[in-house]
């Protein structure tokens, strides 16, 4: 395949916009921080205040419009800018006020800004400012190291089966950094925010699963083979783009994307005959200059074509590669069962739902308290719809592998939490 590719033509406007809502949560407990407020700037012109928002119970802001380069940016390399970086100042009574220094708006997107906000204490600074890196295709980042797909494991450490982690530690900075920080980071948050950094979310959405195909495969990769804790480190992946691949810590994460790693996070990229989930490494440049690598301005350019997603992973990894999975996740004591829970649903499955719907609605008042009855009735339904809209994921009114598992890993997160906002 040449050079020669067709790229998508835009509809030229006079202004752009990107669709932003902010979810503030405590620190200490991933609890919701109502009536915080959240001051809007452009980074270009910080002293102007573009708009101020207001968390609800559920430490959520309505959903507001920004203004975004022009769309065309994001089609093709080199070029300006093709996104716009906002100040978002978050106060609330007794937390630290945090500022996120650089969040990134797409054109044509829509996307969620969660922010963390420590407890106040004395010794304190007044403010916590989070520095958003560039993104990926916009930054100057060092090139990826080219490694063998498959990693030779002794015997004795290889596992039998693959499972997902709840959790990577993700460190900061390259391996032999030892001031870098290390974060306890969600396996599906991180995947999320590894392909809102990595590519723009106004692609196709062959390109955006073939993208977050090969982000699950090196991640889980990275984990299965325990490859940073065979040479001594205690951590899982780096964020270091000559190592890893760029997670970019406190960013913005786009809706698109977010919803398909919901639905996707437990595949992985595989071939005949190897336990092991491939490392499927990833390089910035056009279709031919990083063998053995996938291209990401090449896999956009083969999306705009109007190739599909198993052909755009075929064209940089190989014929015999396929998608696999596992149920297997780490830290869940109640796992997927395969049968989705709708209104009519009985048994023991909706009796353990409405129980960790239940604990989370004592954080999240907007999700009811349920009787714990075992029948998916009304009631039951408008708890997973109000949690489907908290969470950002498809309003159905139904509890499928996406939604369980959202509701699996925020009850976790409640149940190991030490401390309250309140």
Known sequence: MDNTTKTLQPIVRDQYYGKLQVHVICEAGHRPVDTA?????????????????????????????????????????????????????????????????????????????????????????????????????????????????????????????????????????????????????????????????????????????????????????????????????????????????????????????????????????????ILQPILTQRCRGTIVDCPKMMSLWGAKALGDTGYDTMYILHFYYGADLFISYTNEITGLVFPWQGEELKPGSKGGNVNALQKILSLIARAYPAIPLLEEDGIFGPKTEKAVLAFQEIYHLPETGIVDAATWYSIRSLYNSLLQAEQHCR
Do not use: C
Not at 130 to 144: D, K, T
């Open 37 to 273: 407020t959240i001051n809007i700037y452009d980074r270009n012109d910080p002293d102007v205040l573009i708009d101020s928002l207001v968390t609800n119970i559920s430490g959520t802001t309505k959903t507001i419009d920004l203004k975004a380069p022009a769309l065309e940016y994001s089609m093709q390399p080199p070029g300006p800018m093709p996104y716009s970086e906002y100040l978002l100042v978050a106060s609330a009574p007794g937390l630290q006020t945090v500022i996120i220094d650089g969040a990134q708006i797409l054109p044509e997107t829509s996307s969620l800004q969660t922010i963390s906000m420590p407890r106040l204490n004395s010794s304190d600074e007044n403010s916590k400012v989070i520095v958003i890196e560039p993104h990926y295709l916009y930054g100057n980042y060092p090139v990826n190291v080219y490694e063998p797909e498959v990693k030779e494991m002794p015997e004795s450490d290889a596992p039998t089966i693959i499972a997902i982690p709840e959790y990577l530690i993700v460190h900061n900075g390259i391996p032999s950094d030892n001031a870098a920080t290390d974060y306890n980071v969600e396996y599906r948050d991180y995947i999320k925010n590894v392909v809102s950094s990595i590519i723009y979310a106004n692609w196709t959405t062959a390109t955006i699963y073939a993208v977050i195909l090969s982000t699950l495969s090196f991640s889980l990769n990275r984990y299965f083979t325990n490859w940073y804790q065979r040479q001594g480190y205690s951590f899982h992946i780096t964020t270091s783009t000559a190592y890893d691949q760029l997670w970019i810590y406190g960013r913005n994460i786009y809706d698109n994307i977010s919803i398909a790693v919901d639905y996707m996070f437990n595949l992985f990229l595989a071939r005949p005959d």
